[in-house]
Structures are given as structure tokens and as C-alpha cells.
């Protein structure tokens, strides 16, 4: 007879047991926590995020869309998705109101002292408010939008209807406010977009309409013209007759809409500019008591402007100092002797021209506006003349320019409408005429002058001449004919 022997419990029979433990605890834990996450959460909780989310979400919008007008017929922007979200904050307001007025109204029954059971009368509701079912419109129900009549548009509807099942096909229609509704497929469908419409130029009517537009337009432009422009470069038919080449010519203008900065010819208006002083109050008191050196400044800001001239200014820098405002790093063309001050400022070179006796011409840049500041602050200014005149026919500058002007010198305005003591015209390759000139200027004091044209009163005036003659002038198209008859009326 077998004995029985007793269970011993081993080290290996006791880690299974363990293991096996630990396995049915794992997936029970796992069992409960899958459990509880797929419990379903209480309406209270959700309504509470959804109230919490729908107020950021408000709030967020607005800040976003600060400057958009939003409404049914809005046209950019209806928003629908916020509509819904205003609609549960309503009725959540809705209900807040409701519980408050019961309370209210319990307040009133008890403040009347009347408990009588037998009394069967309701109290009515201090406020009457309509309840509002917001449920369809969260479940995603569209408003009523009632549409016009829809005669004379009959594809209208059948766009209406491609809307409906095609709005998603592209992102832009989401860009221009369509949002699922059928008022935003109207308001889309309604409004002009950022297209680019052509029009057929072949059409005789708009042919005649667009030339007297053109014409309108033409009458309105004035021309900044630094030389002018001669009537038979303006006619294009004439300058092509005569064989012109300008890329500034045949634009049919009046000659008079062509503004210069000089009166050169009467056939051009001269519109001229103002000099500047670019002085303040206290300059203009410093100024008047700088007193004169024996010096010269020479009108050249470029270095190749000076090229040729050594002799010339050989024959001014044995009377006085040479001085100049030569700017870069180019001076092999300036003398040795030249002081150069660099690019000034409006104010130093001010300053500078009143202690200079001499301004000097090199013959190049023609017909600018420094030789009128110089002579504003008592310089005498030595011109080049021209000998002979220049011109397109002999000078490759004016080559293409639509005159056929003859410059007689450097700055025919100065030698003719200012002359001695302020503006001396001289040849500079006559030595001797130089010298004399040179000598002459420093023998006697020179005042400043100002032409009143070019004084800011003086030009005012032109202005105001040019506002008050010109409009009727250039209503039509530029007839030669007609010219001097309106000129003269």
C-alpha cells in the first residue's frame, strides 16, 4: 500500500502561481479601465464643454473677423457654423431666464398674501418669450432664404442646384462665403468677382467713344519738358513726313502742354522753378555778414566736365583761388591747385557761394539752375559762348531731343535776360577776353539779384495764369489752325 506524501511547494511551482496571478490582474484592471472610458459622460458635463468651447469660439471669431459685417445678406461672410454655436448659448440663456422667472413669479404669488386654494387664475409671465427649438439647427438644418424672382435669370436655378452638390469641389468658393446655405449660393451667384473683362476694340461705336475718351484723357496732361518741344515734333504726321526720329515727339499734344524751365520758345509754356535759399532765420541774419573772398567756385560736379579747361582755369586761378564741389574719386581733370569741398549740403554751399566773387562755366551741363543760385548770392557768372551755336545738327546731346534749338551758350537765359554786371559771355578759348572778363568782375561789388519768375511769388502767378487760360485752350484735339484764334481770345 502506497504511502501518500505531502504536497511541497517548490520555488518553480510558486512563480507560476505568481505569474498566473499577475496575468488575471493585468486584464482584469485592463477589463475596468476600457469600462470606464466607453462609459458614456453625462449630458450636464458635455453641455458644460460645449457652453465653455462655444463662448472661446465666439470670442475668437469676433476678434478675427472684427471688420466683417456677417448677416444673411452679408455677401462675404454668413458664417453658418457660428450661427449654431449662438444658437446653443441662446438656448442655454433661454433656459436661465425660464428658471429665473418661475422664481419671480413665486415671489409675486407669495408677496400678494394670498393662499387661497379655491383661487384657480395663473399669474401671467412678466416676460412672454417665444421658446426657440434650436435642435434642427444643430443637427445641421439649414435657414429659409426667400429669393427674388428669378425672371430674366433662367439658369439661375440650375446654378443654384450645381452649387449644392459642387461647393466643396474647390476651396475658393469657401474663400468668398459660401458655407453650405442656400443664401450664400444666391449672394455668391449674385456678386461680381475680381474678373478681368475684355472687350472687343473692333466694335465702330466704342471706337468713337474710346477716341473721345482718349482725347479727354490728353487735354488733362501737362508735360515736363527741361528743353522744350517744337510743333512739328509734337504733329505726328508732319514729324514723320520729315523724316524726325525722337522717342519724346509725335504725341499730338497742344505745344502749350509742354512745360519748360526756361521760356524758350512761346510755343511751349514756361512753367520754370523756384531757386532755393535752404537757409533758416538765423543764416539769413549770419549770411548778409560773410564777407567775400578773392575766390572762384566752378560750376562742374563730374569729373570729366573739366576736361580740356586747364588753360582756361590757368587764366582765373592767376587773379584768385579755384574752388570746387567735385564728388567721386575720379580727378584726374581737375588742376592741382583747385580746392575741392565734395558734395555739399543745400545749406553750406549757401554759404560757400557768399564768399565766392566768380562762378565759373565749363560749357557743360547746359541750361541748369546752379548759375541762377550763384547770382541770387552776388556771384557773377562766367559764360561759355558757343561759337557756333549747338545744336542736333553738331552736338551728339541734343541728338533726338524734338527741337532744333540753337544754344548760343552755356545758359542762353542768363546772357539774354539778366547780361552784365551778372552774367559775363565769354569764349573761352580767347585768353584775353577771359582775363579782362575776369578782371572787370573783381573791380566792382556785385549785388545779388533774383529774376522775379523765378521767386516764389512769380511762379504762384504762372501757376494760377496756367489754371485759370489753359483749360478751355486744351478741351480739343491740337488743330495749328485754331492755334492763334484761341490764344488771342
Known sequence: MALFTPWKLSSQKLGFFLVTFGFIWGMMLLHFTIQQRTQPESSSMLREQILDLSKRYIKALAEENR?????????????YDLKKTLAVLLDNILQ????????????????TGTNSTNSTTAVPSLVALEKINVADIINGAQEKCVLPPMDGYPHCEGKIKWMKDMWRSDPCYAEYGVDGSTCSFFIYLSEPLNTTILICLTDFDYS?????????CLCMLRVLDSFGTEPEFNHANYAQSKGHKTPWGKWNLNPQQFYTMFPHTPDNSFLGFVVEQHLNSSDIHHINEIKRQNQSLVYGKVDSFWKNKKIYLDIIHTYMEVHATVYGSSTK???SYVKNHGILSGRDLQFLLRETKL??????PYEGPAPLEAIANGCAFLNPKFSPPKSSKNTDFFIGKPTLRELTSQHPYAEVFIGRPHVWTVDLSNQEEVGDAVKAILSQKIEPYMPYEFTCEGMLQRINAFIEKQVRLFRS?????????LMNS
Open 477 to 485: 484735339p491740337f488743330n495749328p489752325s485754331r492755334q492763334g484764334a
Open 208 to 216: 468713337h467713344y474710346s477716341y473721345n475718351l482718349y482725347s479727354i
Open 96 to 111: 436661465r431666464i425660464g428658471k429665473l422667472e418661475s422664481k419671480v413669479d413665486n415671489l409675486v404669488i407669495n408677496g
Open 359 to 364: 562762378f565759373v562755366g565749363l560749357g557743360f
Open 333 to 335: 581733370n581737375i588742376p
Open 67 to 79: 471688420n466683417v459685417v456677417d448677416g444673411p445678406y452679408a455677401g462675404v461672410m454668413t458664417a
